[in-house]
């Protein structure tokens, strides 16, 4: 069998997906990253009999969070997607290469002004409660997805969704957009299709059920001890070759119990043992180890990007630009991403809001103002915006050590020009809780997943804490989304990335992280794309 450690597959066209991005800020933090993984596991079997053999057994999967819920449609947590995955389709998927392509749909029609999308839905497609995917359910769960995902609205505001007869849905939009089938492939905050009586009977906790049409269905969740996940025996596979979220899935195994182990030494010793086959986020601190034992196999990729996120509502410290292009003119990039990820396998420095994995939105606009570590000009930054060394909230959780070693970092670096930082740490959950109120923080860290297209991008956005939404910068969103081409489109984005690093500043990117996720040389078939995809992976002794 080939390995697969030691080695980082990047993702080519990585643009930025819905996500992800967190919990979305954060989903993806572990006790160290969470990141998605580009490469493959490949088996010493021909590619036929991976396809068709169900050799079944159980996977044993030891997983790093209880995801808040796997209501997909919810939350942007990387947790909940991870599982979630699993259970649930949209109408499209994303391959490796960041392209859409069909799954629920069997193929899209585009009209000639861009404003209706026709898709020809797969027939015969059924959901885990033994119902046959209609038009109805398709426009149900469209429909609920709008209403709760508020980041779509740039693309589908004012959009329509109807049926013409069981097997076809027409979107109508307001008016022509940049990214519409890239947002139906969304990762995070998924628009994934459930049966519509489940819809129906979700409330404000989202739905009771968790019924999709992927090759595994949900079975129980056992609260802090697994998730339990059944093969679906009725699964409709693409016929296609699998590519990333795309293509031919099979359930090869009979169960996958996702169990809750929270300590990421505690994942490492049953990995280790042979406890479990599979392995989500191991610390960073460990990798060497994974690397070198010849018995397990070792998954890193591109799944996210570091950010330094700034208050820029009262009564922050950070409400006007030139303090925040102060604390980008301080930084060592290079420092915090090495003190937050510990391996330089698993991380990259990089400027771009779409990461340089994302060649059709990648830019290189804005690099000259990135990783200056200027102490001298971010001083005269500081004078002349009048900081007197009044306290700034950085807000952390030192549960995460990625995102708290990267602020220990951040706070030794800015005490070098005389800020005086406060790192004011809180569990993960009260931080995302306090970053809603601008009384509370000045900026904090956040990994975020990636996206697909720019206005997915959360640090961005101006309902996202940090609250983007000067009108020039709001404005620029708006442009992208409406752009007679996705070569103008892509102009607009590069201007807008130059003048967020040279001027507006709203955020500090850092770079891409990578995950570390293993599996035992009795898990065959694993690939990983933002992380472990579990369909078409059998387990032998």
Excluded at 106 to 133: C, I
Excluded at 396 to 402: A, I, V
Excluded at 442 to 471: C, H, K, M
Excluded at 489 to 498: H, L, V
Aim: proline fraction near 3%.
């Amino acid at each position: 069998m080939i390995k697969v450690r030691h080695k980082k597959i990047y993702i080519m066209g990585l643009i930025m997906f819905l996500v992800i991005a967190l919990l979305a800020a954060c989903g993806g933090d572990t006790d160290d990253a969470v990141s998605d993984d580009t490469e493959s596991g490949e088996t010493d079997g021909t590619e036929e009999a991976a396809e068709t053999e169900a050799v079944g057994g159980d996977l044993q999967v030891a997983f790093y969070q209880q995801p808040p819920t796997l209501d997909i449609h919810m939350t942007t947590s990387a947790a909940s997607y991870m599982v979630g995955r699993h259970i649930y389709e949209g109408l499209m998927a994303l391959t490796e290469d960041y392209e859409s392509v069909p799954m629920l749909a069997e193929s899209v029609d585009e009209s000639d002004d861009g404003l209706t999308y026709t898709f020809h839905l797969r027939e015969g497609v059924m959901f885990h409660n033994g119902k046959e995917m209609t038009s109805e359910d398709v426009i149900a769960s469209m429909e609920r997805w709008r209403e709760i995902n508020s980041s779509s609205d740039l693309v589908f505001g004012g959009s329509t969704w109807e049926a013409d007869g069981d097997y076809t849905v027409v979107l109508t939009l307001e008016k022509p957009a940049t990214g519409v089938l890239e947002s139906l492939a969304a990762v995070l905050q998924a628009p994934v299709i459930m049966p519509k009586e489940v819809i129906d009977e979700a409330d404000v906790t989202g739905v009771q059920e968790y019924i999709g049409t992927g090759p595994f269905k949900f079975v129980e969740w056992e609260q802090d001890m697994h998730i339990h996940l059944e093969k679906f025996d009725d699964y409709s596979p693409v016929d296609a070759d699998p590519n990333g979220f795309a293509g031919k899935k099979e359930a090869l195994v009979d169960n996958i119990y996702f169990k809750l182990v929270l300590d990421a030494s505690t994942r490492l010793a049953g990995i280790t043992t042979g406890e479990y086959d599979v392995a989500y986020a191991l610390s960073n601190d460990d990798y060497d180890q994974m690397a070198s034992d010849d018995h397990i196999n070792t998954y890193e990729a591109a799944s996210g990007n570091a950010y330094l996120i700034f208050n820029k509502h009262e009564p922050s410290k950070f409400t006007e630009p030139i303090m925040r292009q102060a604390v980008n003119a301080a930084l060592n990039i290079d420092e915090i991403m090495l003190g937050g990820f510990k391996n330089e396998n698993l991380f990259d420095v990089d400027h771009g809001f779409m990461s340089k994995y994302a060649k059709s939105w990648y830019s290189e606009s804005g690099m000259e103002h990135f990783n200056q570590q200027d102490l001298d000009k971010a001083k005269e930054l500081l004078e002349e915006a009048g900081y007197d060394g009044e306290e700034v909230v950085l807000l952390t959780d030192r549960s995460h050590p990625t995102i708290y070693g990267m602020a220990v970092v951040i706070q030794e670096q800015l005490a070098q020009i005389g800020m005086n930082v406060h790192l004011e740490s809180y569990d993960w959950a009260t931080v995302s809780e306090k970053r809603t109120d601008p009384e509370n923080w000045d900026f904090y860290v956040n990994n975020v997943p990636e996206v697909v297209i720019p206005a997915q991008l959360l640090p961005l956005s101006a309902t996202w804490p940090g609250w983007a939404d000067e009108e020039k910068f709001v404005n620029y969103h708006e442009q992208i989304i409406e752009a007679e081409s996705q070569e103008e489109a892509q102009e607009i984005w590069s201007e807008m990335q130059d003048y967020a690093w040279s001027e507006y500043v709203p955020v500090v990117k850092f770079g891409n992280y990578y995950s570390l996720d293993v599996a035992t040389d009795k898990v065959e078939g694993v690939t990983s794309f933002q992380n472990l995809m579990l369909w078409n992976t059998k387990k032998v002794e």
